[in-house]
């Protein structure tokens, strides 16, 4: 197919869909107004119900708990893809020290005020994210934010250091036990359930009172589980896609750094 | 209010339109940058901070940062060829 013929199946096509794209438009409710009943119900059952102010969080790990399983298993089997993908081959040897930088350039060393600031940063993001992980049922945030709140700090630890620096602080072994110990955690918990006589993924922990850290059952724990696994998945991501851009040469390949 | 939604709405708009124009990669990435920013900066207005959280880290951060490493790989395996 030439470029002439493209192009006019291309308008035709773009027509056709501009037409259906304003009939689609003319259907929608004002901007603003929310038409649903689900959200209304949810806004003033949650409360009472699960003991949680945060209503997104008891949504995503009560009410519709189970669909979320299934997003944190998408999260989980695509960094095990990822990680399988990049994994060691035979013919990969690892270059020692890792060198970042093109063979071709010279780089300039990282300035002070990033590594002053960048380490300034590290501390208080690690406890925002424990913050945002164990105060997802009470305020705006819950396991996946504070997950890769959590997952950012050992990048900050690249950006004012070096690759060594990221290797010391993270492990690929732990991090993927973790990872397991998360998303197998929220299956299991679902699972614990039953021993109570209760469908899957029931709250089943005693809701305690509104407004506390340790409220709202299964919710604060699932929390807590999803993030551990976001954060590790994400580390076990940074990892493999690290090592396979700095450290793995293929037999014969040049190294990046020696010229 | 109204005003800044939907002038961000507009950035948004412009700069994911402008990042799938770039064809050089990395001029690309550097594009999906500053548009995942946009995206942060959005979710904010739009009273969505927890998911703001999540794209600052995972749109500004990670995401560039694999393409980049993936770049870097590709382009160490052209020089070994040559």
Redesign the interface.
Known sequence: MNHRARTTLFIFGGLGFLCFYIWGLHGLPGFGHYPGPYGDILNSLSVYQRHATDV?TAVNFDYRGFDTLGEEFILFTSVMGANLLLRKQKDDREELPPR?E??DRVVPPTSDAVRVTGLALVLPIVVFGLY?ISHGQLT???G???G??L??MP?IIYLCGDYEAFEKVTSHVLSEIAEAIGAGGYAITGLIAFAFGLPYLTNFIPLGETGDVLSSGTIFVISVLTGIEVAAG?VV??IS??R???VY??S???S?GQQ | MIVMQAAILLFVGVAGTAVVFTRNPLNQVMGLTFYGLLMTLMFFIFQ????A??QV??GA??LP??VL??L??L???E??KR
């Open positions: 997104i970042d093109a063979a945002t705006p945030g819950g996946f934010q504070g890769v709140i997952a950012s990048l994400l991501l940074m896609f690290f396979q851009a700095l040469r293929k014969g390949e040049e990046g | 969505a901070p927890d998911v959280f999540s880290v995972v951060v990670v940062l694999m490493l993936t870097a790989k382009k160490a395996k020089q070994s």
